[in-house]
């Protein structure tokens, strides 16, 4: 399960640090993919596997689930970590993303989220209160 909130530089070559904690999750191999609200996503290879399962299965008449495969299959690349426990954004996720120098990386149950942090600022904003979070938790079943 990944958890937390960690702060990353980007560097020239696109690459940004995986923390720690979540190499060992991500070392049978990871998928990077654009993602919801206009950040990137790491999957392990399983996880994703099973993602990618579920969307295939959908019907092909479904415009909505065209559109879906067709989002997730051509943004997705299968990423490594060096040596110092980086991987590489594509230049289509970081222009996606809006990744420039800097990096907010989300632990997200499943999967990581790389996040620009003016992108991870504005969407926290958006529960900054206890009022604000019980409205989005309204009639989630929690």
Known sequence: MFTGEYRHSVDAKGRVAIPARFRLQLEEGAVVVRWVDGCAAIFPRPAFEALASKVSVLPLSDEK??????????????????????????????????????????????????????????????????????????????
Not at 87 to 102: F, K, S
Not at 126 to 134: F, R
Request: glycine share 8%; net charge negative.
């Open 65 to 142: 689930a065209r559109s879906v495969s067709r989002f997730l299959s051509s943004s997705a690349f299968e990423v490594e970590s060096d040596g110092q426990g980086r991987i590489v954004l594509p230049g289509a996720i970081r222009d996606w993303a809006a990744l420039a120098t800097e990096a907010v990386v989300v632990g997200a149950w499943d999967h990581v989220e790389v996040w620009a942090p003016d992108r991870w600022a504005k969407f926290q904003k958006g529960l900054d209160s206890a009022d604000a979070l019980a409205s989005q938790l309204s009639g989630l079943g929690l």
